[in-house]
């Protein structure tokens, strides 16, 4: 879709930053699903299941094949990771951290398909107006994918410290006195930093990923908008329109190069701080 068609540079940022939505309660906002969203975490989701599934089930110990040994190149590295971050016992979190890192990453990566493209064909094809095809761009998704891991730390905290432990180092942590009197009267400044930190946790893995891939989001289609429409317009009356055809491919292209990086290191930072906060959790305070 040009940039002219949506009311310039303006109107064409903002089309593609709407979601195709869905009100469950009519006129209720709060309960609104954003469809695109919805449908490309499965898709990405099923992607990841359905190549993972196939190369184990074609694994072999005489030549493996070059998608099984990128494969577990991939799982090595992140066993590795789990290792060295993760102290606890648990067959859980070595293939949690492997899913949120592929699925992640997968997510992020939607973002390397030029912008136009899918909600271009899913307009022709099923009439869409709105489509957002990258889904850690939405805070939505993100959050979901925050609050899992917390219910998982929740649930270790409860299950390795027991419930009146976790509830005791929720009052005797960070600052602990041995005095039955004094800790009770620091008890609720240590309750408050822990609920503190526990709100944090979530907020800032939501938002550290929706922030970079947003910002990344917005830079494609600045270079789309700054580039493209005037070198399809001018392309055959200035020179002008080849010149800057040729700097949207460049920019572009660079920009996708390093984009590259950004959403590999956002899908570990991701992992990783999802696999500090579990450790956090089997963690026992001697203290307490």
Known sequence: MAGSEVKGIGGYIEHHLQNNTLELVPGNPFWTVHLDSLVYTLITGLVFILVFRSVAKKATSDVPSRMQNFIELIIGYINDQVKDTFKGESKLVAPMALTIFIWVFLMNFMDLIPVDVLPAAGSAWFGIEYMRVVPSTDLNITFGLALGVMLLVFYYSIVIKTPM?????????????????????????????????????????????????????????????????????????????????????VLTFMWAVFHILIITLQAYIFMMLSLVYLNMAHEVHDAH
Not at 178 to 192: E, M, R
Not at 213 to 220: A, D, K, P, V
Request: glycine share 8%.
């Open 165 to 249: 432990g976790y509830v005791k180092e929720l009052l005797t942590h960070p600052f602990a006195i041995n005095n039955f009197f004094g800790q009770a009267l620091i008890a609720p400044f240590n309750l408050l930093l822990n609920i503190v930190e526990t709100l944090a946790k979530p907020v800032s893995l939501a938002l550290r990923l929706f922030g970079n891939l947003y910002s990344g989001e917005l830079i494609f289609m600045l270079i789309a908008v700054f580039t493209l429409d005037y070198a399809v317009t001018e392309l055959f009356t200035t020179l002008g329109g080849p010149i800057m055809g040729i700097s949207q491919f």
